[in-house]
């Protein structure tokens, strides 16, 4: 077996599935850990004009693979790959935690690891039962108003899986809808929503910059201190790369870093490594970055 994955999320399924040792190539944004060798990059890139498509398909033929697992593909590109000959085009459409299972098992099925696939799905099955039992527990005023940001330059509120994810931990979400791109927000509408929790998922490039982000959003509006999260200390920053931002297996770490966020006296420590930091005030206003887990 020889495959290609294109999207992050068919790279995390791919290696969930234990087909890391087939994956010859990946797509740029592709995550590989240390331990897969040689495994070579696709060139998003067109080439001499050409569409998209066309370059992405003729590149991934001539690595001469026998599947190609992706994620959410455009369209076209789905398309113009599917018609290579002798390839095995599986593209996932995932946007919630029910699409990743079923994903999971038709990627499985497609690439004749079946058995493989039933195993991965019991442990990420049992993690999602496991937080859904006591979230279950929390009485509704008990859950906290969450506003989720995905980004902080633009503000940009939950979109797709992110808005579900903060309704299975136990909170309220209050900007954005399920199964829908992530909307830009104002600092005007956030006062007026007033959230009980600020909880960003920072892309990797914001996640360094974030301390001098948020003195700027303090400094340039004075109502911004005065937010019933920032008053009671409840500003979080994860950084999005996997857990917030992938449709694959990893959306359940984010799901466990989220309830622990949101109810950390009901649930355990997550043991994954995704980065985690509680916004704090300290004696001079400013706000202070800390782990939450050296608390």
């Given amino acids: 077996m020889r495959i290609v994955t294109l999207t992050p999320g068919a790279t995390e399924i791919a290696i969930a599935l234990g087909l890391e040792s087939a994956i010859i190539a990946a797509g740029p944004n592709c995550r590989i850990p240390d331990r897969v060798r040689g495994v070579q990059r696709v060139d998003f890139g067109a080439a001499h004009g050409a569409p998209m498509a066309e370059v992405i398909a003729d590149r991934v033929a001539a690595l001469n693979p026998n599947a190609v697992l992706a994620t959410n593909l455009p369209n076209e590109i789905s ?87 903060v309704a299975l ?72 790369t996997g857990a917030f931002d992938t449709p694959g297996p990893s959306m359940i770490d984010g799901l466990e870093v989220l309830a622990y966020t949101l109810h950390p006296h009901r649930h355990r420590t997550p043991t994954s490594t995704v980065n985690l930091l509680h916004v704090k005030r300290d004696e001079k206003g400013l706000l202070d970055l800390t782990s939450p887990t050296d608390e």
Avoid: C
């Avoid at 935690?97 to 493989?116: K, P």
């Avoid at 509704?140 to 940001?149: E, G, I, N, Q, Y």
């Avoid at 974030?210 to 004075?222: F, N, P």
């Fill in 79 to 165: 398309e113009r790959l599917q018609s290579v000959p002798n390839l095995t085009v599986i593209d996932l459409a995932i946007s919630s935690i029910d699409e990743l299972f079923d994903g999971i098992r038709l990627a499985g099925e497609g690439l004749g690891a079946g058995s493989a696939a039933k195993l991965a799905l019991r442990g990420l099955s049992y993690r999602k039962r496991r937080i859904e039992t006591i979230t279950d527990s929390v009485q509704h005023d008990a859950r906290p108003r969450v506003l989720f940001l995905e980004a902080l330059s633009p503000l940009l509120g939950a979109g797709y899986w992110n808005p579900e994810l």
């Fill in 169 to 240: 931990a136990g909170g309220r979400n209050l900007h954005g809808k399920p199964g829908v791109a992530p909307r830009r927000t104002q600092l005007e509408h956030i006062s007026v929503l007033d959230p009980d929790v600020i909880f960003v998922a920072a892309s990797h490039a914001e996640f360094g910059t974030v301390r001098s982000m948020l003195d700027q959003i303090a400094d340039a509006h004075s109502d911004w201190g005065v937010l019933r999260a920032i008053a009671h200390d409840r500003v979080f920053i994860a950084e999005a």
